[in-house]
């Protein structure tokens, strides 16, 4: 075995806090780091950036720790979102805008940006950039950032409170937890989609709860950087603290690409040091993940983190109805109305295109669209039974279908625009008084509360 450390214990080494020993680091059960930079929405900074703001200009008292670089992102109510939260309706939005100007303005190391797509975009590539110079810790008060684990920037999620700790330069702690690396081998069968291997590979880490995932391999090249965010946004759906993939050639081609298009009269210089992802390194375990065992699946039949063969769905499916009840089967009992006879079960009732999916990988709503578009073109639509919606998240996916012609694709299906996660605004699919004792389908598309809820 390798003595070389786990990438992700190399950079939470480099951060950690002269308040620990660091030649007892390893050795100590608690960890105290420093990180580079924070990154909070302007939505949940103004209790934190209020709180700096009346401590401003006293003797001995620093507003922002001079090694943390704070970032103060648009929310997205300001991009026709949802707010998510009550405390911006509390709040008049100039008064929050003059807040986070005076802040921008004179307290060094926070930098706010303008509250529209494009800079959001870039301020997100920013915070990145402003990590991409050594093994940086990115600590954030938003879940979604969790997807920057998937670029090759370690990313924690922490609560306000301890934001504000480490603004004041109060270092976060917490229990070193086991490193366990997921070593990715052999190739995806054709037709495999994102859903097929993300959620496959949820199940997969599942049992190692309160473990650090760090994936490597020499296939890993083999999964794109969509799913690579996808998989590292899904942390929310496992017990683990998180899910690390190295910083590697397919990283380093992404961001040189992205801050090439992003800042075209600025020359950004990547410097962090890409990862030879094959190398063999000193995991607690590790464990094989073999691309040619995924397969194409479906959710059920009963529950949404059972997952079926599609070759073998109807079979299975028909076989849980009347089999006797338990997690996997519905336990009916045969009637007039109940015919095992008659194809009255599995009738498809609702389409939902979550958020939550569209946010850390646009690819899979552009796929649904491409879909939609031949449908229709074919003469179809949904059925009058049917209650579709779709959300586009951040908005990043509207761009995509924008660019590709199928801006209003999803509309003239039949589907309505929901303007957050579809399940927030109570928009799931009806259920029609007709059917008593009939099991009925859903199509769902999403992870996080979303994936749980439907």
Request: overall charge negative.
């Amino acid at each position: 075995m390798s003595s070389e450390l786990p990438v992700c214990l190399q950079c939470l080494q480099r951060c950690a806090s002269s308040a620990l020993d660091d030649i007892h680091f390893f050795e100590r059960g608690e960890v105290a780091i420093q990180a580079d930079s924070l990154i909070i929405t302007d939505m949940k900074s103004v209790p934190i950036l209020t709180n700096l703001a009346s401590t401003f200009g006293v003797k001995d008292k620093m507003a922002v720790h001079p090694n943390l670089q704070v970032h103060v992102i648009p929310s997205l109510y300001k991009m026709g979102c949802s707010p998510g939260s009550s405390l911006m309706m509390d709040i008049k939005g100039d008064e929050v805008l003059k807040l986070l100007l005076w802040c921008h303005n004179n307290m060094k190391g926070i930098k706010v940006y303008s509250p529209n797509m494009k800079h959001c975009q870039a301020a997100y590539l920013q915070a990145l950039g402003a990590s991409l110079s050594s093994q940086s810790v990115i600590v954030s008060s938003e879940n979604f950032t969790s997807g920057f684990n998937g670029l090759g920037v370690l990313t924690l999620h922490e609560s306000l409170t301890n934001c504000e700790q480490l603004i004041l330069g109060k270092p976060l702690h917490f229990i070193k937890s086991k490193i366990v690396g997921i070593e990715i081998i052999g190739s995806l069968s054709d037709f495999i989609v994102s859903t097929d291997l993300v959620l496959q590979f949820i199940k997969f880490i599942r049992p190692f709860k309160d473990c650090m995932i760090e994936v490597w391999g020499a296939s890993l090249n083999l999964i794109s950087l969509s799913d690579r965010i996808t998989i590292a946004n899904m942390v929310k759906e496992t017990e683990v603290n998180c899910i690390f993939f190295p910083y590697d050639t397919v990283c380093a081609n992404f961001l040189k690409k992205a801050y090439s298009l992003m800042f075209e009269d600025k020359k950004v210089i990547l410097s962090k040091e890409i990862v030879d992802v094959s190398t063999v390194r000193s995991y607690d375990e590790n464990h094989i993940f073999d691309l040619s065992l995924v397969h194409t699946s479906i959710s059920g039949p009963k529950r949404e983190i059972d997952r079926i063969p599609l070759s073998s769905f109807a079979s299975t499916f028909k076989r849980s109805i009347y089999a006797k009840a338990s997690p996997q089967c519905y336990g009916l009992k045969v009637t007039e109305e109940n015919d095992p006879n008659k194809d009255n079960h599995g009738k498809v009732i609702g389409l939902s295109l979550a958020g939550c999916t569209n946010s850390s990988n646009a690819f899979v709503t552009l796929q649904a669209g491409l879909i939609a578009n031949n449908l229709i073109e074919h003469g179809f639509k949904l059925p009058d039974c049917m209650k579709g919606f779709y959300a586009t998240g951040a908005g990043l996916a509207d761009l995509y279908l924008d660019e590709a012609g199928l801006s209003d694709v999803f509309i003239k299906f039949g589907m309505v625009k929901s303007v957050s996660c579809c399940i927030d605004q109570d928009n799931s699919p009806h259920k029609p008084s007709s059917f008593k004792d009939i099991i009925t389908c859903a199509l769902l598309s999403g992870n996080g509360a979303d994936y749980q809820s439907q």
